[in-house]
């Protein structure tokens, strides 16, 4: 990495199955169980590494925390090493997919294949403008309308239409979330930026973008597929910002597919 690591911590994560390691990465805001629908479908042919990042879920956020991405690669490095993980199949939703892309190009040996969801080469305006909402949003209407404005911003309307569980749901997460984590990682968030470097990742990438994200637009999916050597790209119509919870199903075929391919891919190349 560029920058100095600090002192990881330990890490709260879900460690389920067997075979090749998929590391799934959480975005801003959210913990580990944005995956629970998608867990299940890898966790027979894989073994699944779905930690809380620091400040979030059920990791704690020391005092000092800067919430600085070589911060958050320090934890996450640690986590493997003490899993005796070597390498694994990074995949990345959001601000985790920029962990992810920065991995790929700062310290490619940790990946052996990396899936970015709904991420982009570089915080924007129009994302910064999202997470200024969502603060201001919490200072002004309390934690309900906080709540709200995120249902808002990260479904696509019809699937919450038919989820409106996830109101509720979303209310209580962000009741048990750490407010101040979400702000501090915010901050080092809205720094990410790695155009014109991201032609020097080796790494096999696939890009999966929701076409309906409000959070990062769509464009941004296009822009990793011809800023990443040989990245693939899916689209996903009338699809949110949090696919993997709107679409687990499709979401972990695609990541399935990616994994395997790598998979089979690094057996041929081993001499008999």
């Known amino acids: 990495m560029p920058d100095t690591a600090p002192a990881p911590i330990a890490l709260h994560r879900a460690d389920v199955g067997k075979g090749p390691t998929v590391l799934l990465l959480h975005g801003l805001g959210a913990d580990h169980t944005v995956w629970d629908g998608v867990v299940p479908l890898l966790a027979p042919d894989f073994r699944v590494l779905a930690p809380d990042l620091r400040g979030f879920g059920l990791s704690t956020a020391p005092p000092g925390s800067t919430f600085s991405f070589p911060e958050i690669e320090s934890d996450l490095t640690a986590m493997l090493r003490e899993a005796g993980v070597d390498r694994a199949h990074v995949v990345g939703l959001s601000a985790g997919g920029f962990v992810g892309l920065r991995w790929a190009l700062f310290a490619p040996t940790t990946l052996q294949s990396l899936t970015v969801i709904n991420g982009a080469p570089?915080?924007?305006?129009?994302?910064?403008?999202?997470?200024d909402r969502w603060a201001e949003t919490y200072r002004s209407d309390g934690l309900d309308g906080y709540a709200l404005r995120l249902v808002?911003?990260?479904?696509?309307p019809d699937w919450v239409d038919a989820h409106l569980e996830i109101v509720d749901r979303t209310k209580e997460a962000t009741a048990r979330g750490d407010v101040a984590s979400l702000l501090a990682w915010?901050?080092?968030v809205r720094s990410f930026d790695l155009r014109g470097r991201l032609m020097k990742v080796k790494t096999p990438t696939r890009i999966l973008q929701s076409m309906d994200d409000s959070v990062v637009d769509g464009s941004h999916g296009r822009l990793l597929r011809v800023s990443v050597p040989g990245a693939d790209l899916k689209l996903f119509p009338q699809s949110g910002h949090l696919l993997p919870i709107e679409k687990p199903g499709p979401t972990a075929e695609a990541i399935?597919?990616?994994?395997?391919?790598?998979?089979?891919?690094?057996?041929?190349?081993?001499p008999p």
């Open 122 to 131: 570089h915080c924007d305006n129009h994302t910064k403008a999202v997470i």
């Open 152 to 156: 808002k911003d990260l479904f696509y």
């Open 186 to 188: 915010a901050a080092a």
């Open 256 to 270: 399935r597919d990616m994994v395997a391919a790598v998979e089979r891919r690094s057996a041929a190349a081993v």
